[in-house]
């Protein structure tokens, strides 16, 4: 597997994989998260236009997995409630990682693949995405609290460092 930045011409193939994504969310019991066509088409783009967006491919190329990586702040991360965050040294944040080949390893290669990029990661998800859960637990990721995003909705805040 390898990594590399979404180009503008692969947006296509960046939201089947979204739409992918959310279908197995819905068939796995994670029917309330990336609801109402979230990520948008728009919000992809933009991804893509700041150099955030990257497609994980198989070695012939196949698109495996596509994910939103930043360094810096995320402003739904200042305050965590019922925990604590464990340290507040610069970081990276894991948003919107989709994997439509639910093949082992994809989204741990991922989130290796973030780390290597920089070595103090935080990422969120809901509470009923399990299988996002494990693989952030199989990547020693530990569960810090809770952090609300913009809408008002709540997620799970997991850092490793």
């Not at 994989?17 to 019991?29: E, I, P, T, V």
């Not at 509470?127 to 996002?132: A, E, F, H, L, T």
């Not at 609300?148 to 997991?158: I, K, N, Q, V």
Request: proline share 6%.
């Amino acid at each position: 597997m390898y990594i590399h930045p979404t180009r503008p011409e692969e947006l296509d193939t960046a939201m089947a994989l979204y739409d992918h994504a959310r279908a197995y969310m819905r068939q796995n019991g994670n029917d309330r998260q990336w609801t109402g066509g979230y990520p948008s088409r728009e919000t992809v783009a933009e991804d893509i236009a700041r150099g955030q967006s990257y497609l994980c491919c198989a070695e012939d190329g196949t698109p495996l997995a596509v994910f939103c990586f930043t360094v810096g702040e995320e402003p739904a991360y200042r305050k965590i409630y019922d925990g604590a965050w464990l340290n507040e040294e610069p970081y990276a944040v894991i948003h919107r990682l989709g994997v439509s080949s639910h093949r082992g390893g994809v989204c741990s290669f991922c989130i290796r693949w973030c780390y290597a990029q920089h070595p103090n990661l935080r990422v969120d998800t809901h509470r009923v995405n399990r299988p996002m859960q494990g693989c952030l637990k199989k990547n020693g990721f530990t569960c810090c609290g809770i952090v609300y995003l913009a809408d008002g909705s709540e997620r799970l805040a997991y850092q490793l460092p």
